[in-house]
């Protein structure tokens, strides 16, 4: 079996706990204005032309975005970084996209994992068929999950779907058990408005487990892409919060007694 | 820090280097004297040594608390005329370079003009070297293809053990009377010698008493007419402390700082040794004074860390010699390597980390100086704790306290045929270098350039620099069938030059041993004494020679470039790459390209590339590892470059992994800059791949942008990725905590970074100090964004 990759990030310290390797998977059913991984959305390998700068000087190449891996190549790449695992209680953590969306790979993926021994966290966007949540949820040891918007309409309008799914898989998690971090992608303008926040933490407060909360404040790194891959960057107003804006609404999650941390 | 130490520091930090002459007329006067043509070398030796301690001027500079001067002042930097004479031309490149200058003023000159140049020109130990090395040895010397340490600076590179916490002078001469005693004029066929060299260590302890009894003099002099009560006692009690130490063993914390600091004065105002002086495991040695005093109420944690941040000052006032030509080249910088060790494992294999431990390390944060370097040293018996503790200091970005690997020392020691306690009590010192702490005399010969020794390979023997043959004809590349040929061609040329510098070395340690022996550093390294033996010539219990490998990294990735795309995937060919190379790649900008992007490259934990590290390191070892030297001792090898990087690059053309001609190589067993593209675990992975333990030392440097370290989990993280390196018996890691977008800011306003540290090559500098090509490399090191 195969999957498509489109990057592997070693010494990932915000992923997930102790010192991990993140395995980017191509594809995602959303559209996130904020996105800075635009190449990942087609679940295709893409090529563009890149400029590469070798002391000033510009030298045009064809590039790709995606690589196909078997199990056995990408488990031989994860466990190239064992020793950090074993010594920081790491891992590894498949990201995306949306990791689910090559659900069979993940699968295999995580049960190899398991059987070795290696931590694992899933990072998703908790838009998928329950059935395959449910399916690798005994080979994930954390879900990273992300919640972006609380309502509906502008869930949709930001992101391309409705949030109804997410948030009954996020429930269904709970129910089962699972160990949870909620990803709460700070977007100044959007969904950092005091309504949303105190739905979201209604919401997050009614679960039957309280679970740690990640702040990731919105940069601007990936936008320059946009262009690149002939898509349509609509963020252009959109500034980076500030530290303090951060540290208010930091303290507001803290308030209602979950543990935040910011950037992971 | 409080008003004393910071006033202290300012007049460190602004004094102005510049060299004094006053050591150079000293040593001149006594070597015209009778005395000087009566007796034998290593007396002389002592007399110069001595005549220099009684006549130098004292200088106590005000507040201070620990005193002692090599030159008249602060920064004030003398000269070594036996040595190394500077011509008029030498000194007017010291006093008007751009970088690492020292002023000189016209006295200066006149005195070497009529009284220095005329006594010394033909006559110094550089002299003697030069004249007594064959043509091979000069051309490989002239192309870069190694350096050579002792050419312009006595062998030291030592650090003192713990015995002379222990001892003071009066125990060692007592010492030397034993040894005396025991001579057997009837069958000992080298009685003789050892009664010289015996008498020398005498007048050597004399001359130290002598020299800190001045002190005391003059202290005594400057209390009674101190108008300040409290400077006054203070005064008072620093003169009896002079009185006391070095003569006999210190018995409180003061005692045991300054006793050290006038043994330190003695050693690097004997001869100009590398790496200066070194206390070694300073927390080791200062531990059980600060316990018995804290408990006896004498001292508080305060006033130790003041007399220790006054220590720490006496450091930063001496930068080192002054280095001219190739040698200023490989070691372009005013430090002078005093690495203090922290932490590691007590002589009975025991957790070694203590409260000392831990107010040192407050002390190097706050003080935040160049000299002296500090490092800790890590064992799996430590706590994180002490490691996360030295990463918030890390962290600040001034490229210190670099981390070692004790468990890798250890294994590193015995395998070199210490024994366990012997490695136990020993560390690291200089940059990196392996060392057997007051037991073991360990020389760096010189930096060999295993890069342009392959440039010599592709071009059958030919320096392509210059034309000239200087190498083996192993054959033209052009023709090889396989990499294995090249391989082998590259192995007969390392063979070639590596006798050439051993055969070098076995000369130049001749030379030394009869013409510069060092009694009072004898005095302090066992078992000199009990041998009747000079440090430098077998007196030491261990003698090892090194022979550092330079660029690793840049060299591993011109073999797989080779392998991959002459050999393996045949897009170039052989000759294709030499024109590139010849052309400096102009004209060959896609090429170029693809050798920098598309092909493997050491530092990113892939076999393909990382296996050439493995192959490199092999030859180089099995060339050099063992073959004996003069002293009784064996060369060995270690990876690290300082500055000559920088140099051997420069005489180095362009090379079929990108790099142009000319530019720096790789340092240490770090990747070419900017090679390593997937973080720091995968560089710490590939670095890994070679075998540490059979070195003594490598250099790993890893660039980290401030923002890994912001969070608590940043810092864990570093814990970990040292523990990690160190599982896989990794022997050192350095951290350069910066963004390559504030060096470029730097170089473009210096005026407004002139506290800019950075870590360079075992040691850290200020970024204005250094040369471009220098700052420019390092900008590139630092330069992948993600990581």
């Known amino acids: 079996m195969k999957g498509i990759i489109f990057d592997i990030k070693h010494y990932a310290i915000h992923d997930g706990p102790g010192i991990r390797q993140t395995i980017f998977m191509k594809g995602c059913p959303l559209g996130c204005w ?17 400029e590469e700068k070798i002391d000033g000087q510009i030298v045009e190449k064809e590039e790709t975005v995606g690589c196909q891996y078997t199990t056995d190549e990408l488990m031989k790449i994860i466990e190239k970084d064992t020793v950090f695992f074993e010594e920081s209680g790491g891992g590894v953590t498949f990201s995306g996209g949306e990791p689910l969306l090559q659900f069979d790979f993940l699968l295999e993926m995580l049960k190899t994992c398991k059987k070795r021994d290696i931590n694992t966290c899933v990072d998703t966007t908790g838009f998928t068929d329950p059935e395959k949540l449910k399916a690798i949820a005994p080979y994930t040891d954390l879900f990273l999950f992300d919640l972006k918007h609380m309502d509906d309409k502008e869930h949709i309008e930001y992101t391309g779907v409705s949030n109804r799914k997410i948030l009954d898989n996020l429930k269904m998690l709970d129910e089962m058990g699972k160990q949870v971090q909620i990803r709460y992608p700070l977007i100044p303008g959007m969904n950092d408005d005091e309504s949303n926040l105190l739905r979201m933490l209604g919401f997050l407060n009614r679960l039957k487990h309280k679970y740690p909360v990640s702040i990731l404040p919105y940069h601007k790194i990936g936008s320059h892409k946009y262009k690149r891959f002939g898509l349509e960057y609509k963020m252009n107003g959109t500034k980076e919060p500030d530290k303090e804006h951060v540290e208010t609404i930091k303290k507001m999650f803290e308030n209602a007694g979950f543990e935040v941390t910011v950037g992971g | ?25 000293l040593v001149t006067e006594f070597y015209k004297s009778d005395l000087a043509q009566q007796v034998s070398v290593p007396v002389r030796r002592a ?66 003009r009529d009284v220095i140049i005329p006594f010394w020109k033909g006559k110094s130990n550089r002299d003697l070297i030069f004249k007594n090395l064959d043509k091979e040895w000069h051309d490989a010397y002239a192309a870069g293809v190694f350096t050579e340490f002792q050419e312009q600076r006595a062998p030291g590179h030592t650090v003192l053990g713990k015995k002379m916490f222990r001892k003071g002078f009066l125990d060692l001469k007592k010492e030397i009377a034993e040894a005396m005693d025991q001579l057997d004029f009837f069958n000992d066929p080298e009685a003789y010698e050892k009664r010289e060299e015996l008498k020398a260590m005498d007048i050597a302890a004399d001359a130290i008493i ?95 860390k003041e007399l220790l941040s006054s220590f720490w000052i006496k450091f930063n006032n001496h930068p080192a010699p002054p280095k001219i030509g190739v040698t200023a080249k490989e070691s372009s910088t005013y430090t002078d390597f005093a690495l203090i060790n922290l932490g590691g494992v007590k002589e009975d294999g025991s957790d070694a980390v203590n409260e000392m431990t831990y107010i040192l390390l407050d002390v190097i944060e706050e003080m935040r100086l160049l000299q002296p370097s500090s490092m800790i040293q890590v064992s799996k018996k430590n706590p994180d704790r002490f490691i996360k503790r030295t990463a918030r200091i890390i962290k600040t970005g001034f490229g210190q306290p670099s981390v070692f690997n004790t468990d890798a020392i250890i294994q590193e020691l015995l395998n070199q045929g210490k024994s366990l306690i012997d490695a136990r009590n020993g560390g690291a010192s200089g940059c990196v270098e392996t060392g057997a702490f007051g037991t073991e005399s360990y020389i760096l010969t010189g930096y060999f350039n295993l890069t342009k020794i392959f440039e010599i390979t592709l071009h059958n023997g030919t320096d392509p620099m210059t034309g000239k043959k200087i190498g083996l004809e192993t054959g033209d590349p052009r023709e090889f069938q396989s990499f294995d040929e090249l391989i082998e061609a590259f192995r007969k040329q390392v063979q070639y030059f590596a006798d050439i510098k051993i055969k070098g070395n076995n000369i130049i340690d001749r030379v030394i041993a009869s013409n510069i022996p060092v009694p009072f550093l004898s005095l302090l390294i066992d078992d000199c004494i009990v041998n009747g033996k000079d ?94 030297n003069t002293k009784g001792g064996h060369f060995r090898i270690n990876m690290l470059p300082t500055t000559s990087h920088v140099y051997f690059g420069s005489v180095t053309g362009a090379t079929p992994d990108g790099r142009l001609a000319r530019k720096p190589l790789s340092e240490g067993i770090s990747p070419f800059q900017g090679a390593d593209r ?81 870590r360079v090559a075992g040691y850290s500098d200020y970024f204005n100090d250094l040369g471009e090509e220098l700052q420019d490399e390092i900008i590139r090191r630092t330069e992948n964004v993600e990581f």
């Not at chain 2, 990735?557 to 190379?581: G, H, P, R």
């Not at chain 2, 060096?743 to 306003?749: C, D």
């Open chain 1, 34 to 50: 904020w996105c800075h991984n635009p190449e990942s959305r087609s679940k295709e390998i893409i090529s563009y032309t890149k």
């Open chain 2, 1 to 25: 820090m409080n008003e004393r130490i910071k006033k202290l520091r300012d007049q460190s930090q602004h004094a102005i280097p510049h060299i004094s002459a006053e050591r150079a007329l």
């Open chain 2, 47 to 112: 007399l110069a040594f001595k005549h220099i301690l009684e006549n130098k001027k004292i200088c106590i500079n005000d507040g201070e608390l620990i005193v002692g001067e090599r030159g008249s002042a602060p920064k004030a930097v003398p000269t070594y005329p036996e040595i190394t004479l500077h011509s008029l031309e030498d000194l007017k490149t010291l006093d008007t370079r751009p970088k690492v200058w020292f002023r000189v003023d016209d006295e200066t000159m006149n005195i070497y």
């Open chain 2, 210 to 304: 002598r020299f800190a009894e001045r002190h005391a003099d003059e202290l005594e002099k400057l209390a009674a007419a101190e108008k300040d009560e409290n400077r006054k006692i203070e005064l008072m009690q620093m003169a009896a402390i002079s009185r006391k130490v070095p003569a006999h063993a210190p018995e409180t914390f003061h005692e045991a700082l300054q006793h050290y600091w006038f043994i330190h004065v003695g050693v690097i105002t004997e001869v100009n040794p590398w790496d200066s002086f070194n206390p070694g495991r300073l927390d080791q040695h200062l531990l059980p004074f600060y316990e018995k005093e804290t408990t006896a109420g004498t001292l508080t944690e305060e006033i130790a």
């Open chain 2, 535 to 628: 440090y430098n010539n077998g007196g030491a219990r261990y003698n090892t020679s090194y022979i550092q490998g330079v660029g690793l990294g840049s060299l591993t990735d011109i073999l797989t470039s080779l392998k991959f795309n002459v050999f393996d995937e045949k897009k170039y060919t052989m000759q294709e790459l030499l024109d590139a190379t010849a052309a400096n790649f102009e004209g060959y900008l896609e090429m170029r390209e693809h050798l920098i992007n598309n092909t493997p490259k050491y530092g990113n934990d892939d076999d393909y590339a990382d296996e050439q590290a493995v192959t490199i390191f092999e030859i180089f070892y099995n060339t050099v590892n063992g073959r004996p």
């Open chain 2, 678 to 758: 997937k973080g720091p675990s995968a560089v710490i992975k590939s670095a890994a791949k070679i075998d540490h333990l059979r070195t003594g030392g490598t250099l790993l440097n890893q660039k980290f942008t401030p923002s890994l370290l912001e969070d608590e989990k940043g810092l864990d993280s570093l814990v970990q990725l040292i523990r990690s390196y160190f599982r896989m018996d990794g022997h050192h890691i350095q951290f350069n905590v910066v963004t390559a977008e504030t060096l470029r800011k730097a170089q473009k306003h210096p005026e407004d970074y002139k506290d800019l540290i950075v």
